[in-house]
C-alpha cells in the first residue's frame, strides 16, 4: 500500500514562484518513485528558515492538523533538515518527517543492483544518518518502515554511533577495493586506447534509451527518475568503423545530497575518463536550462568539463513550439526515431574529426593488421588501392595521443 504524503517547503525570499513550483514538482516524482502519493503541499514565505522547526510555529499547527485529517503516513520536507529540526517536527506533527535528501537516498537504496551500487548507498545512508541518529531514534522505533528507512534498516540506525563508524569504515575498506578492480579495467582500456564514450544528463532526460537505442541493448528504461543508478558500458562503432566503448551513467539532480555525491564519486569518475560525452536534455521539460545548468555544474566539479562535448536535446515528439537549443554544439531528436539515431552518429564523427588531426598513408597491402587497426581506430575519410605499389593510399583523422599515429606518420 503507499504511503499518503505531505510536503512542506520554505518560499524563500529570493527565489522566484516558478522555480519553488519546478522544485516541488520534482520532490512530487521523486516521492512517486519511492512508492509514495502526493496528498498536499503545504508552503511558507520566510525570509530565513527557522532554525528549530524549519518553518513557523502558526504554519507546524496548520500542518499538524492537516496531517489528522488527510491521515497522511509521511511528511517530507523540500529542504535538508538538522538532527534538531527533524526531532522538533516529529514530536509536534506526530508522524515520521524525512527530508529531500533522506528520499533521493532511499530512491537509491531501492535502485542500486550491483555489489558496488548498494556499498555506495548504505555509505551515503550511514554518512547522513550519522548526525541526525539522536533525531531519529524514537520516529524509527516507534514507526519502523516505509520511506525513508529502506537501506541499512532501523535497527542498524538505533544501534549506536560507534557500531555505525564501525560499519562506515568496512564499507570503505570494502569499496576500496572494488574502486581499485574499476581502475584496474579503466587502466586496461586506456593501455587499449578504446575510445570513450560517456552519456550524461538530469535524471530522466532519456539517457537510457539512447543508449539502449545506440547499442542495441536493453538497461532499464522507465519513465521514473533514477531508473539507472549502476553504470553500464556497451560497445559501440560509429558509421565510419570507429570501435567505441559507450558508458551510461547515473542521473543527476539539482541538491544530490553530498554524502551521495561522495559515495558515488568512483562511478561518477567513469565520465572524467570519457574521451566525449554526450549530454542528454529533455527538450521538452520546462526546467531544462536549469537542469543543463546542474549538470554543467557537476561536471565542471568532476574537472570533466573540458571534454569534448554535444548537447542532445531529446524528446522532440513532445515539443509543442519551435525549439531554439541554448548550447552549441547541439542536436534536436527523439531517442525512438531510427534516423535521428543516425544524426547523432555522424555528428559525433564530426566532432570527433575536429578534435584529431589528418593523417595520409600509405599502406602495404600484405600489412592486413594494421589496415584493420586503422578502421577500427581511426576515422577513414577516403582509401583506394594503388595498384603499381600494391598498398592503399589512406587519409583520415587520428586522436593524436593513439600509438598508431606514429605508425602512420612513418609510412
Not at 41 to 56: D, S, V
Amino acid at each position: 500500500m503507499q504511503e499518503k504524503v505531505l510536503i512542506v517547503a520554505v518560499h524563500h525570499q529570493k527565489q522566484d514562484e516558478e522555480r519553488l513550483q519546478y522544485s516541488l514538482d520534482e520532490l512530487k516524482s521523486l516521492t512517486e518513485t519511492a512508492k509514495g502519493t502526493v496528498i498536499k503541499n503545504i508552503t511558507q514565505k520566510r525570509e530565513r528558515i527557522h532554525p528549530a522547526l524549519y518553518l513557523g510555529e502558526g504554519k507546524i499547527e496548520e500542518i499538524k492538523a492537516a496531517v489528522e485529517e488527510l491521515e497522511i503516513d509521511l511528511v517530507i520536507s523540500n529542504d535538508e533538515l538538522s538532527a534538531g529540526q527533524l526531532r522538533n517536527l516529529t514530536e509536534r506533527i506526530g508522524v515520521r518527517v524525512i527530508d529531500r535528501s533522506q528520499l533521493i537516498l532511499d530512491i537509491f537504496a531501492l535502485r542500486a543492483n550491483t555489489k558496488e551500487g548498494k556499498l555506495q548507498v548504505e555509505l551515503a545512508q550511514y554518512q547522513y544518518m550519522l548526525p541526525r541518529l539522536h533525531g531519529q531514534g524514537v520516529a524509527l522505533s516507534r514507526l519502523g518502515g516505509g520511506i525513508g528507512t529502506r537501506g541499512p534498516g532501523e535497527t542498524k540506525l538505533e544501534s549506536d554511533k560507534r557500531h555505525i563508524r564501525r560499519r562506515i569504515d568496512e564499507i570503505k575498506r570494502r569499496l576500496t577495493t572494488v574502486v581499485n578492480q574499476r581502475e584496474q579495467y579503466r587502466k586496461r582500456r586506456r593501455e587499449n586506447r578504446a575510445f570513450q564514450i560517456a552519456i550524461v544528463g538530469y535524471t530522466n532526460a532519456g539517457k537510457s534509451t539512447l543508449f539502449n537505442r545506440l547499442t542495441k541493448s536493453d538497461s532499464l528504461e522507465e519513465n521514473q527518475l533514477f531508473a539507472t543508478l549502476d553504470p553500464m558500458t556497451r560497445q559501440l562503432q560509429l558509421p565510419c568503423g570507429l570501435d567505441a566503448i559507450i558508458t551510461d551513467t547515473v542521473g543527476f539532480i539539482q541538491d544530490l545530497p553530498t554524502a551521495l555525491v561522495a559515495a558515488f564519486r568512483s562511478t561518477l569518475e567513469e565520465v572524467t575518463e570519457a574521451d566525449f560525452i554526450l549530454h542528454i536534455v529533455d527538450a521538452s521539460h520546462s526546467d531544462q536550462e536549469q537542469h543543463q545548468h546542474t549538470v554543467n555544474h557537476l561536471l565542471t566539479s568532476l574537472e570533466a568539463n573540458h571534454i569534448p562535448t554535444l548537447t542532445v536535446f531529446n524528446k522532440k515528439d513532445l515539443l509543442n513550439e519551435d525549439f531554439i537549443p541554448s548550447s552549441h554544439p547541439s542536436i534536436t531528436i527523439s531517442a525512438y526515431d531510427l534516423s535521428d539515431l543516425n544524426k547523432v552518429m555522424l555528428k559525433m564523427q564530426e566532432l570527433i574529426k575536429d578534435e584529431w588531426e589528418t593523417y595520409n598513408s600509405f599502406i602495404p597491402a600484405s600489412d592486413g593488421k594494421l589496415l584493420q587497426q586503422l578502421n577500427s581506430s581511426t576515422i577513414i575519410n577516403e582509401r583506394y588501392f594503388d595498384e603499381p605499389l600494391e598498398g592503399y593510399v589512406i587519409q583520415g583523422h587520428i586522436d593524436p595521443k593513439h600509438p598508431l599515429r606514429y605508425l602512420v606518420k612513418e609510412q
